[in-house]
């Protein structure tokens, strides 16, 4: 009896792991965020429209001392971030396995990756370029951008990660680790805690599903 | 009779494990081996973010902990580097580096030490102990 038990527990396991790996070979990400809907009248019927939650519309200076826009990321997938140069806490983990995705989609144009320094003071396009030069990026696909406090931290609410300016923070600054993943209209697909190697391994197989939606 | 062939069953048993526990670390003291744990610990806190989880550092930016040549060089001046940080450039593995590096003032020298012998047994080539004597000798000729 209990054998029996046993067996049947078994069974049910292994239908609910094939369940999964079926599924997950058509798996689409979820777009995060509140969605809206309009109502709009095609050929005589009502239809009605979900609007996803959509990044606004950003203009920032970058590396290069040159203006950048969320124009340049059209089409694309990006992966950005909130960080700072000296920072002394959990930066470089993020940096270094943000890093291992860049080198994965090196010199494939679908993919960019847009990192934002909180510290408006310090981080100049200058600090920003010797950084990046450091780091190992050696061409466009990655941009550091600075810009007016309330326009890095406005779009840091707009990218729902939490960034303050607190002095009794290591180097001067709060703020969460998270690596957040955009599709190519600026909706919001995943967030990964860029300081965990699980949520990153997660990061790499949700942005081969990603590419794969817009194919 | 019997106690004897007891008593050296016990004494084989405890040569076993003994044998078993040493082989792990060939040329490491206990000593050794449990300031590592402790300094591990320690440098996932403090150094691990910048210095990585394998000491392989970050491109250009921080310089990996793995060049013995380095680590036995500047044997002395490490304890130095812990406690007050570093500015300046130095080389590393043959590339030069130039980020400052902010020192770690509240540890005490059993934590630099406990840090240090992680570091030099774990990514150098060192198989002793990085002792509190030698911090404290070392944190007395700082630069």
Redesign the interface.
């Known amino acids: 009896m209990r054998n029996n038990l046993l067996c049947a527990f078994g069974l049910a396991i292994a239908f609910l792991a094939s369940g999964c790996s079926d599924s997950k070979t058509n798996k689409r990400l979820p777009h995060i965020g509140n969605h809206s809907t309009t109502e709009k009248v095609v050929d005589g019927k009502t239809v009605i429209d979900t609007n996803y939650y959509q990044v606004p519309e950003f203009r920032f200076l970058n590396q290069d001392s040159v203006y950048i826009s969320s124009a340049d990321f059209a089409d694309k997938i990006y992966i950005t971030n909130f960080f700072f140069t000296h920072c002394p806490s959990i930066c470089p983990t993020m940096q270094r396995n943000l890093l291992q995705v860049y080198e994965k989609y090196k010199d494939d144009n679908r993919v960019a990756f847009l990192s934002h320094s909180i510290d408006f003071k310090y981080d100049s396009p200058s600090v920003l370029k010797s950084y990046a030069d450091k780091l190992g990026v050696t061409n466009q696909q990655w941009q550091f951008v600075t810009g007016e406090k309330k326009d890095i931290y406005g779009i840091a609410d707009h990218y729902y990660v939490y960034t303050k300016e607190d002095e009794s923070a290591p180097g001067g600054y709060d703020h969460q680790g998270y690596l957040v993943l955009i599709d190519g209209q600026r909706h919001i697909r995943g967030a990964y805690d860029g300081t965990n190697d699980e949520q990153v391994k997660q990061l790499f197989e949700d942005l081969a599903i990603l590419l794969e939606e817009n194919k | 009779m019997i106690n004897r062939a007891h008593t050296l069953s016990i004494i084989s048993i405890l040569f076993s494990v003994l044998m078993i526990v040493f082989s792990c670390q060939p040329n490491v003291s206990i000593e050794t081996a449990q300031y590592a744990v402790n300094g591990q610990k320690l440098y996932v806190t403090h150094c691990?973010?910048?210095h990585?989880a394998k000491g392989e550092g970050?491109?250009?930016?921080?310089p990996p902990l793995t060049d013995t040549n380095f680590l036995n060089q500047n044997r002395d001046k490490l304890a130095c580097i812990v406690k007050n940080g570093l500015s300046g450039s130095i080389e590393v593995s043959g590339k030069i580096y130039d980020?400052?590096m902010?020192g770690i003032p509240e540890l005490t020298p059993v934590d630099i030490a406990y840090i240090l012998t992680y570091v030099t047994t774990s990514f150098g080539n060192s198989t002793t102990t990085y002792t509190q004597e030698e911090v404290k000798k070392s944190l007395g000729e700082c630069l």
Do not use: A, F, V
């Open positions: 691990q973010n910048c990585g970050l491109g250009n930016l921080y980020t400052e902010p």
